[in-house]
């Protein structure tokens, strides 16, 4: 009898291209209280995993003046760079100046990832944290210029096997700060929608690279509902 090698299924990618960064934000903003609206009338919550870096920050100024049932809304981080608690440098630092010190979202609800506390107390109680939510809503992730996601890096354990843990530490990361707790690609796909922004002529390699097939970080994160990636349609030129 042959031997079946089952290759890892492919990522399901619904590629969505704007004209600017501008009509790219608004669209998220809508599509993220469009799954809150849902995941609220079906399920009295919504629960989102934020993304860090810089390209959602106005997405996260918009939703500041938003209309929402925020009291039932439950958010998480993708990722977060191991600095003191207000550090400048934190992920749910810049959330919280952009947009969560600024609406009703009660403070039981919003779990920063205590980096903090130094990275394996970190890991630990978050995947505790996140292990008693079965499956995200909405998980809103970006794209860093060498492919990465999160703080899932080229040539690291992206944690996307079965039985990978929930948060990986990583200790070594090319981006500064090399010391950084992550959600695992495992733990990033358990989620009914999950978004990708991408933004910015830096990404355009990245994103050529995933095109063609490139097993970049970001394809390591697999949702059964897929993903939808939206970009800057300039991202797209040259092909
Ligand atoms: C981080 C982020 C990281 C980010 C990408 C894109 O902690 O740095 O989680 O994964 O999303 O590097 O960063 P920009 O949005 O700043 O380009």
New binding site residues.
Partial sequence: MPVLHHSKPAQNCRWHAFKNADELEQAAVARILSAAQQAIEDRGAFHIVL??????KKVYEALRDAKAEWAAWHIYF??E?CFPREHAER?SRMAALAWLDHVSIPAAQIHPIPTEEGATVAAEKYAALVNKVNSFDLVL????EDG????LFPQHDAGDSADAPSTLIVSDAP?PPPQ?VSLSARRLSATRRLIFLVT?NSKAQAVKDWRSGRAIPATRVMPESGVDIYIESALFDGE
């Fill in positions: 993304a860090g870096g810089t390209t959602p993708g990722d760079r992920n992730l970006g794209l860093g990465h996601t999160a703080s981006k950084r910015g």
